[in-house]
């Protein structure tokens, strides 16, 4: 690839139209975006809105979401009618500008199923770029959250995510 070409990265749970990625590459080139982002849903409508854009979590927000006091580090997609800088998106859909990601050397393989996409973001931002949120970009995520159940081997993968996100970002 060279380093002016964009590629999708999302989840085979992603359901998304040829045209709204052409669209988004058009977008993303126009505006010199090297990393974006989507407007995720959770249904086939597009009424019921997928967490896909937040700022970067602290220890506290963590353990405040992990106890069910709610995740504060969630944005209001419907604030934003225009692309907007957001902290970090979902991995479950990101276009990546050829360029950007070989000077992140792709995605951390140190990290399991959870936190990749902050992780990515967070570099990203260290190296002086943004992510871009591109509201009019619509796609269905038919997510599962299996990290949700407690005991469970997701869970447990989610939180040693979670540690490894913050001792990264602690040195830095």
């Known amino acids: 690839m060279l380093d002016n070409d964009y590629f999708v990265v999302l989840n085979p749970d992603v359901i998304i139209t040829n045209q709204?990625?052409?669209?988004?590459?058009?977008?993303?080139?126009?505006?010199?975006?090297?990393?974006?982002?989507?407007?995720?849903?959770?249904?086939?409508?597009?009424?019921?809105?997928?967490?896909?854009?937040?700022?970067?979590p602290t220890l506290v927000q963590f353990i405040a979401s992990f106890l069910g006091y709610g995740n504060t580090s969630k944005i209001d997609k419907n604030a934003i009618n225009k692309p907007t800088r957001v902290d970090w998106a979902a991995g479950s859909f990101l276009?990546?500008?050829?360029?950007?990601?070989?000077?992140?050397?792709?995605?951390?393989?140190?990290?399991?199923?959870?936190?990749?996409?902050?992780?990515?973001?967070?570099r990203t931002y260290?190296?002086?770029?943004?992510?871009?949120?591109?509201?009019?970009?619509?796609?269905?995520?038919?997510?599962?959250?299996?990290?949700?159940?407690?005991?469970?081997?997701h869970l447990y993968w989610h939180v040693v995510s979670v540690i490894r996100f913050l001792v990264t970002k602690l040195r830095s």
């Open 95 to 122: 276009c990546f500008k050829a360029e950007l990601y070989r000077k992140l050397d792709g995605f951390n393989e140190a990290y399991f199923m959870y936190c990749e996409d902050i992780d990515i973001c967070y």
């Open 20 to 56: 709204a990625i052409v669209d988004l590459v058009l977008q993303m080139t126009e505006s010199n975006t090297a990393l974006g982002a989507i407007n995720l849903f959770k249904d086939e409508k597009c009424k019921i809105s997928d967490n896909s854009i937040r700022n970067f």
């Open 126 to 153: 260290k190296l002086g770029f943004e992510t871009i949120f591109f509201p009019n970009i619509k796609a269905i995520h038919l997510a599962e959250h299996a990290n949700r159940k407690l005991f469970s081997k």
